[in-house]
């Protein structure tokens, strides 16, 4: 088979693969045996940008240039500046849905609807419709997310049991809604049209969905840790007391869903959503600012000193109830510094990777593998869960195995949708599971759970790549090129 990379700068697999094996090893070091939980504070980051600078050091052996290698980082960093601001910008809002009551009063209506034995197949369910009509995983998760994983905790489930239903839900809807980005990045990868790659998609999409909604629903019925009744009933008490409880604090929630829907872009949305939840404040809990407010001597100065502590530091609004408060804190913009820093070390390690080729030097090597077309399925798959780990990025986990085996699939008389099928049930999902990667350190920043935590719990993420090549192994739903290059359906 003809490869489709031509470059004369390609470094041999063994130095690709140095850096690689570096990073796994150190990490897991740190990880599992040295910091576990709290490697995200800091260490993470410095074993990613060492690495980054050793395979530097091997790409200079190649003839690379620090120019090239110092573009690839630069380029990297610059694609990740828009989720960097909106993860500042969740931070504020959540601190400002927090004093506001937006956050408490949906915690409040949860408590009183959701019935605990079905709690998790319905927070999978809801944040699956909210993320399809939305088309974004990440806004799903920073506003009814979070309010369900309050909920979660009240009835007392485990916090990372709770985030991967979050997840779980949020990323079935993301992946199959025309609105989200990866949707329309894989098919024109692929070389297909929009809803021929969504028609292909959901034929493993549902299965997968399915399975895991069906072990939520298991895992909830025979759940023995879903609340005490009466400290459920004092929380809603205290809930009461302790803020203006009322469904007219649902606008500033219900119009950012609006905006998206109407695809205005995330960042205005999520400053609209800020500015209102800061504004509910002032107007329905004035008691609230007055008890986070320190040192004021005047009106002008508690709201002010109230509202700018919610949206960039720790706040935690006082209560006797000991389960409200675990429930009512926020850490503001501060809070999401260590995942911003995640991301930039992260972006400086995949950015070297990719400038000096030695992602395309691995996915080679795969191609040379390939003897099948479920051994293509499973190569192309590996390869998009492997850019997943070493460039830490989503996008980059679609558009480089898109671009290097798109011409491997045609060879093999392959349409283009099982390609770009193939590039999100194995990229896109599974970017949360990589606790580096932008979605991963994103999603754990949100929620406050650690990516590994919260990683064995996210089974449509776990369950999407296997459902793929499952497929291809036993030739279902494969569509198939004409000697026209038109489709027909195996």
């Known amino acids: 088979m003809t490869s489709p990379i031509t470059s004369d700068k390609l470094p041999p697999l063994y130095k690709a693969l140095i850096p690689v094996f570096v990073l796994i090893t150190l990490l897991g070091i740190n990880v599992i045996w040295i910091y576990k939980d709290d490697s995200i504070a800091g260490s993470n980051q410095i074993i990613l940008i060492l690495c980054a600078a050793l395979a530097a050091l091997i790409g200079f052996t190649e003839k690379f240039t620090w120019e090239e290698m ?15 601001i909106i993860l500042l910008l969740i931070g504020a809002l959540s601190g400002t849905w927090m004093i506001s009551g937006i956050v408490p009063a949906m915690i409040y209506y949860g408590l009183k609807m959701l019935s605990p034995e079905y709690f998790l197949i319905a927070t999978c ?54 609105l989200s980005d990866t949707t329309n990045l894989a098919p024109a990868m692929a070389g297909t049209t929009l809803f021929r790659h969504i028609e292909y998609m959901l034929y493993t999409t549902i299965p997968s969905f399915l399975f895991a909604a069906i072990i939520f629903f298991i895992i909830g019925l025979n759940s023995h840790n879903t609340g005490n009744s009466l400290s459920i009933q004092q929380a809603l008490a205290d809930l009461e007391k302790t803020f203006f409880i009322s469904p007219v604090l649902f606008i500033a929630p219900l119009l950012v869903l609006f905006l998206i829907l109407k695809k205005m872009p995330a960042l205005p949305a999520l400053l609209i959503g800020m500015l209102l939840g800061a504004v509910f404040a002032v107007i329905f809990q004035p008691q609230v600012i007055a008890s986070i407010a320190s040192n004021t001597n005047t009106p002008f100065e508690t709201y002010y000193t109230a509202i700018m502590d919610a949206m960039t530091v720790d706040i935690s609004i006082p209560t006797d109830n000991d389960l409200l408060k675990r429930l009512l ?152 090129l004409d000697p026209q290059l038109e489709t027909k359906t195996a």
């Open 329 to 480: 804190v926020s850490t503001g913009m501060n809070g999401m510094l260590g995942t911003v820093w995640l991301i930039i070390a992260a972006m400086m390690f995949g950015g070297i990777m990719e400038s000096c080729n030695f992602l395309k030097s691995i996915t080679y090597s795969l191609l040379k593998l390939v003897k099948s077309d479920t051994s293509l399925v499973a190569a192309t798959a590996f390869t998009c869960i492997s850019t997943n780990v070493l460039a830490s990025d989503q996008y980059l986990s679609i558009v480089v195995p898109g671009r290097m085996f798109k011409e491997a699939f045609r060879e093999k008389g392959l349409a283009p949708e099982n390609l770009s099928r193939t590039l999100e049930d194995a990229g896109t999902v599974t970017s949360v599971l990589v606790p580096w990667n932008t979605c991963g350190a994103y999603q754990a920043g949100v929620l406050g759970v650690p990516t590994l935590a919260f990683a064995p719990y996210c089974f449509f993420n776990i369950i999407s790549p296997v459902m793929t090549v499952l497929f291809s192994l036993f030739k279902i739903r494969i569509a198939r």
């Open 125 to 178: 369910m809801i944040c699956s419709l909210v993320s399809l009509a939305t088309g974004s995983s990440w806004s799903t998760v920073a506003t009814v997310g979070i309010a369900l994983f309050g909920v979660g905790k009240a009835l007392d489930f485990s916090e990372p049991l709770v985030a991967g239903a979050i997840i779980s839900g949020s990323y079935f809807g993301d992946k199959i809604s025309p």
């Open 70 to 84: 110092e573009k690839g980082v630069i380029d990297g960093i610059a694609a990740t500046t828009p989720a960097i």
